[in-house]
């Protein structure tokens, strides 16, 4: 994992407490409760916001995807045409549309694979983003920084302590469903836990995030 800061200072205080301490204090503490046993923890910038996420890595997509050598999934007509193709089912060429044909003939390799003027689609999303915390130093602006991960996982804020009008926070963070963390030196208090993340639909807007999350952990690691 490359060194980073949430706070802007380098390698000192609040790295070892938001890069690693989320993973090591609050499984430790209450295992499960935050984010899935095995998760593994990350950084990364999305929106513009810099997070700690909580993931799982489906392996065998990763695999598949090194040994056919495939290649980035970043277009957005692209991964609209993938997920109007059922995994691993043939669909035959000639019931797609003329849109969909075109995007066809464009789609990066080891996507799909093609035979008997049918389409298989073979890849999948390569991980699954579970938590996104956003470090910051007052609730009120980090929660809006927060607010940005609503459509795509749970959330939370890890606010580098002491946490200012406490009653106030802890009533909005259980209304909105925003998990209130606060770093007090080399400890993580779990003030208000954040609320399950329930998907209400899958889109290429979220499979597209998912693949900006795994590039950048992927070169992290």
Known sequence: MKDWSPWGEGRGNGMAVAAQGPAEVISG?????????????????????????????????????AAAGAAELTDRRVLDLLMNLPL???????????????????????????????????????????????????????????????????????????????EDAVMEADFYGVGLLVATGSEVEVVVPPRPFVRRRYTAATWQLVESAYRQLSSNR
Do not use: H, M
């Not at 035979?115 to 999948?124: F, I, M």
């Open 29 to 65: 503490a209450a295992p499960g409760t935050l984010f899935p046993r095995g998760a593994d923890l990350g950084v990364l910038n999305i929106f513009g916001v810099d997070a700690v996420v909580a993931y799982r890595a489906d392996t065998q997509e990763i695999e598949r995807r």
């Open 88 to 166: 691993g089912v043939a669909v035959p060429v000639k019931s797609l549309s003329e849109a969909e044909r075109r995007t066809l003939r464009q789609l990066p390799r080891g996507s799909v694979s093609r035979y008997d003027d049918v389409v298989v689609r073979q890849a999948t999303q390569p991980i699954r983003i579970d938590l996104a915390v956003v470090p910051g130093r007052t609730w009120a602006a980090t929660k809006e920084k927060a607010e940005w991960f609503t459509p795509f996982c749970a959330r939370a804020v890890l606010i580098d302590g002491p946490l200012r009008r406490r």
